[in-house]
């Protein structure tokens, strides 16, 4: 009973048997046909279509050489136009980039196209994936539209020393997604490029000159008209003054303790700290010797 149980399972069902009995006179068909023919005969059939195959591989190799050399061509061309027109070296590199990676597609597609492969098809997987990867990086996309902002408006260059909120220091680099900041005691500070681009900052160095500006408070016992002679004088000697412009000394505010007068003068933009804190010490010294008084706050504790 067990055995011939086995028996049966071993045996084809019989729908197996015939398909298996339909591929075996197939093949001896097939066999049969090809028996009679010569070498030439057999090959008579694929010599046109390896023929089309070769002539489809020359052209397309000649068209990729072709298309190669017009892509530099191009490129060239356009990248010696944004340097005419002063463009940022970073945004002509990226420029550059884009225009080279848009050439070779361009390209491929004409390749694959004659070569006889469907391009629709690779043409919907690059836009599911650009779909992708868009919403994944959506912030990084903001500040790479900063950063092309940025480069092409150009509302600061590097060796600009800019305030943006709370950071504040000379710009070493503008990236396509970060800014960095070298800052006065030599620290490094990165900057995303989307919130440069959204918000108001100040650009310190961006005119070749500046306005000094210093608040210095007297006495009101003090002699006013000899304080205002010193301040002029200090001013119109000092070494960094561009002598095209006056020296301005000016009352600006009778505050509760003091007399407030303010000293106006013009300097370079490399010579602005230099020339305050100078002057910030020269008056002082000045004042000092000549008896006009700093009045500073105090505190008078009575005790009864």
């Known amino acids: 009973m067990i055995e011939s149980t086995l028996w049966q399972a071993a045996e084809p069902s019989t729908s197996e048997s015939e398909t298996m ?9 097939g066999a049969k046909k090809w028996q009679g023919l010569s070498l030439s005969e057999m090959l008579e059939g694929y010599i046109p279509t390896l023929a089309d195959g070769i002539l489809r591989l020359a052209l397309a190799f000649v068209l990729f050489w072709i298309g190669r050399r017009i892509i530099t061509w191009l490129v060239r061309l356009c990248d010696r136009t944004f340097e005419r027109q002063g463009m940022e070296l970073t945004v002509r590199r990226f420029l550059r980039n884009v225009l080279t990676a848009l050439g070779y597609l361009i390209l491929l597609m004409i390749l694959l196209q004659l070569v006889g492969i469907a391009v629709t098809s690779l043409a919907a997987v690059f836009a599911s994936a ?7 990086m959506q912030g990084s996309l903001a500040n790479f539209a900063g950063g092309l902002l940025i480069l092409l408006m150009k509302p600061f ?5 800019i305030i943006q909120g709370d950071c504040e220091g000379t710009v070493r680099e503008i990236g396509l997604v970060y800014t960095r900041l070298q800052t006065p005691d030599n620290r490094r500070v990165m900057i995303p490029n989307g919130k440069l681009a959204d918000s108001s900052l100040i650009n310190v160095t961006a005119n070749p000159t500046r306005r000094l500006d210093i608040t210095v408070g007297i006495g009101y016992s003090s002699d006013l008209r000899l304080a205002k002679e010193l301040l002029q004088k200090l001013g ?3 070494p960094a003054r561009l002598q095209e412009q006056d020296v301005q000394v000016f009352v600006s505010e009778l505050s509760d303790s003091s007399v407030d007068l303010g000293l106006r003068l013009w300097v370079t933009s490399e010579d602005y700290w230099a020339a305050k804190w100078r002057l910030t010490e020269e008056i002082k010294l000045a004042f000092d010797e000549a008896g006009v008084e700093i009045p500073f706050r105090q505190v008078d504790v009575h005790m009864r």
């Open 21 to 29: 009995a339909l591929l075996v006179e197939e093949l001896a068909e």
């Open 130 to 136: 650009g779909v992708a990867i868009g919403l994944a």
């Open 157 to 161: 260059v590097i060796g600009d020393y």
């Open 236 to 238: 119109e000697k000092d």
